[in-house]
């Protein structure tokens, strides 16, 4: 199985930066579909970002593209998610999730979630 911990949440202005981090544990890591979702108060699961194990490559949200960069580091069993720009509306608790065969934004997919990490952005 996989163990997802997640750092680097707190509280930010508007516009500042954040970088979140997830180490997980598991012998197939690199072999796992990463990802970030998000969930503010009152709100469904959103998804935040993906990057998939063959080749890397990444999707977005609209909501964050162009401020966010996801990446992983497989050497170090380490997700990342590079927030600038942040926007009020980013304020929620972002979840760490991966999977060996999820293939979109769907949470449903993801068997593996980290305990969350809270990002608030104040005005």
């Known amino acids: 199985q996989v163990q997802l911990v997640e750092s680097g949440g707190g509280l930010v202005q508007a516009g500042g930066s954040l970088r979140l981090s997830c180490a997980a544990s598991?012998?197939?890591?690199?072999?796992?579909?990463m990802g970030w979702f998000r969930q503010a108060p009152g709100k469904e699961r959103e998804f935040v970002a993906v990057?998939?194990?063959?080749?890397?490559?990444?999707y977005y949200a609209d909501s964050v593209k162009g401020r966010f960069t996801i990446s992983r580091d497989n050497a170090k069993n380490t997700v990342y998610l590079q927030m600038n720009s942040l926007k009020p509306e980013d304020t929620a608790v972002y979840y760490c999730v991966a999977d060996r065969t999820a293939d979109g934004a769907d949470p449903a997919e993801y068997d593996y979630w980290g305990q969350g990490t809270q990002v608030t952005v104040s005005s």
């Open positions: 598991g012998r197939t890591f690199s072999i796992y579909t």
């Open positions: 990057v998939w194990s063959i080749g890397g490559r990444t």
